[in-house]
RNA sequence: GCGCCCGUAGCUCAGUUGGAUAGAGCAACGGUUUUCUAAACCGUUGGCCGGCCGUUCGAAUCGGCCCGGGCGCACCA
């Protein structure tokens, strides 16, 4: 019996007592704060008190009673006991047996353990599509794309984790004004290396890989484009786009993050699939003319005012790009989209859910995570996030310095939508304090126990497992399946990393004051099957958030 | 001015579809090792959940008004 089934025909059976007892209330089953409330409460007696004007610690003692017989079938031997403890509450405790079950699932299932079978088969055909990052490609990525690529990642495998299609994508912004003044930039530095004269560009990048990019130049192509030769802006736009986006995929990539699909914006345009975006949209009736200039009905869906789409010189705005590439995201089967964007855009929010719903989508079809920033701190020393010669703190020089485990980590661990501390010196500690380094110490330490033995836990007999310490580290095993369910269902993937960070003091406060390997041979196969699991979901869990599990520190 | 986010221990944060005594980690102080990794563990101290009012059996959580911090309000991208 899976957790979620056990959980959820708990709460059939106290819906159905409920409504015996003439009342029909919604049953909320949740785990109590304090644990020796048990492992689930819940305060229907209380919901029904109103209903039935009757004081709920008596309707809770009728719940329980009408509670027995149904407790007879399946559900008997999952349930310890069950308590009535004022205001009204109903609190059960699982058994040891139900926990000892848990164990064999997790071990028959190893690293599938959590993946929903029920859900695969609804979820498999919703096609989920979580574009994030999508940097323009003017220069090596900030680390708040780092945040958004961490975030973006994790999300995903755990999306994916949870039975969803799932396809990540990057938006190319391979045109425009910043190209332009990029590919400028690129030709100025090629120029002045040849000493010749040049014209650097109002706003032009100033990080030194132009330079490098601009030596590279030198080197491919001599003098060829020392004259002004017809295409010259064009191959400089074009040169520095592309080996500014290769040093963007690369950088991801070493970040363990990779994308199905690098979506191009020229492309987009060049397509015509804008045009026949606005089209529609004026067929729909959601775009009018005034002033010369084509406006989107937004106001229609909520947004404070209407959007210029098209310019008065007929040139279309950022939106139009926009409105076009999410309708092809449609168009291309995604049945829900996730983008993933930084705190500088949140403004945009109601435009882009009012344009998916203008283009005839469901509002809940979008999905916007917004990834807020944050500031790299050594110690209580904060790091200014760039100088005044434009250049400022990588995510390649984050990763080098902490390395990519505890990056993608730190990232992660708290709120997507709230500020981020990131503290590189503990990022970078051997300690207990470094929450990377005790969830992967807790691995190795079980790796290390391990590697000691041949000892096949063959059909061990998991009822010798009764300390507290080792049910409590079966009861977080147990917690798993819902703790990722729970970050897939709020596009959030702190839990994770959080519920990683327990499990591993579930460990280490078990290793503290038990032997796995004793003398005694049944209990040391019970023991061993037991951290075996724990292994066995840390590792899951460490994968879901792009981390590695090492056997050995 | 309008809109959005945030305010929880000294610090960094959980907890917010309303529930029981508000939780961790760090810092501070004090302990634990002939035994599978002490790179670990245990204990103590620490709170008017920004404030006030309201909703109700019950509010950190919901609503209103303040205070304090951040951000957004283009025929830019």
Redesign the pocket.
């Known amino acids: 019996m899976s957790n979620i089934s056990l959980e959820t025909s708990l709460i059939q059976a106290l819906e159905s007592a409920a409504a015996s007892l003439g009342g029909n209330v919604p049953v ?1 089953l ?1 785990p ?3 644990q ?3 492992d689930f ?3 229907v007696a ?2 029904l ?2 209903v039935l004007h009757r004081p ?1 610690m008596e309707i809770a003692q009728s719940l329980v009673k009408a509670l027995e017989p149904q407790l007879k079938n399946g559900l008997a031997s999952a349930i310890e006991k069950i ?1 009535i ?7 059960f405790f699982l058994s040891q047996s139900l926990l000892h079950r848990t164990l064999q699932e997790v071990l028959t299932a190893r690293e599938n353990f959590g993946r929903n079978s029920m859900a695969q088969k609804i979820r498999e055909n919703t096609k989920v599509q979580v574009e994030f990052v999508s940097a ?1 490609p003017t220069g090596p990525l900030s680390v708040a794309h780092g945040r958004q690529a961490a975030v973006g990642d994790s999300l995903a495998n755990i999306l994916n984790f949870c039975g969803y299609g799932v396809t990540r994508e990057y938006y190319v ?1 391979d ?4 190209i332009e003044v990029l590919g400028n930039t690129l030709l100025a530095r090629y120029l002045e290396i040849l000493g010749l004269p040049f014209e650097f560009p109002e706003n032009g990048y100033k990080g030194g890989y132009m330079k490098a990019l601009a030596q590279e130049a030198v080197q491919t192509e001599g003098r060829r484009w020392a004259e002004g030769l017809p295409g010259r802006k064009e191959w400089f736009m074009e040169k520095a786009g592309g080996a500014i986006l290769e040093i963007i995929r690369k950088e991801l990539e070493d970040f363990g993050v990779s994308f199905d699909v690098w979506y191009s ?1 020229r492309c987009l345009r060049e397509s015509g699939t804008q045009d026949d975006a606005m089209e529609f949209l004026k067929q729909r009736g959601y775009l009018y003319l ?4 084509w406006w989107l009905k937004s106001t229609a869906f909520g947004d ?2 209407d ?2 789409v098209v ?3 007929g ?5 139009a ?1 926009d409105i076009a590439y999410h309708r092809e995201k449609f168009r291309r089967g995604f049945t829900k989209i996730v983008n993933l964007w930084g ?8 435009r882009m859910v009012a344009a998916v719903q203008a283009l005839g989508y469901p509002r809940d079809a979008l999905k916007i995570v ?1 990834v ?2 944050c500031t790299l701190k050594r110690g ?1 020393e904060i790091i200014p996030m760039s100088t005044r010669e434009g250049e400022f703190i990588t995510l390649r020089q984050v990763m080098e310095e902490v390395g990519k485990d505890a990056a993608r980590y730190f990232f992660v ?3 997507t ?5 990131f ?1 590189l010196e ?1 990022a970078k500690k ?6 990377v ?2 969830i992967q ?1 807790a691995h ?2 079980i ?3 391990r ?2 033995l041949n000892v096949q836990a063959m059909r061990p007999n998991f009822s010798l497992l009764s300390q507290p310490e080792e049910l409590q580290m079966l009861r977080r095993l147990r917690e798993f399946p819902s703790a990722v369910e729970a970050c897939a269902e709020q596009f ?1 993937p ?2 994770v990393a ?1 519920y990683l ?2 499990l ?2 579930d460990f ?11 003398e005694d041979v049944e209990l040391t196969r019970a023991r061993l099957g037991l951290i075996d699991a724990v292994q066995i979901v840390l590792a899951a869990g460490l994968k879901l958030l792009g981390v590695s599990a ?4």
């Open positions: 909320i949740e109590p704060r304090i020796t409330h048990g409460a819940t305060n209380m919901q008190a109103k709920p308590e403890k004022p205001p009204g509450f109903i609190n323009n912004n045109e425009g004004n910043q914006q005034q002033e010369g200039a404070d005012k959007r210029v310019r008065s010189d040139r279309p705005t950022y939106i790009a705190p500088d855009h949140h403004g945009y929010i109601p917004m807020q920033l209580n661990m708290r709120r939508d709230s500020h981020l501390d503290d503990l051997a300690a207990p304090e470094n929450p380094f005790y110490y190795a330490r790796a290390g126990i590697a000691k959030e702190h839990g959080r960070l327990e591993a003091t280490h406060k078990f290793y503290d004051v038990h032997r796995v390997v004793t090492p056997v050995k520190m």
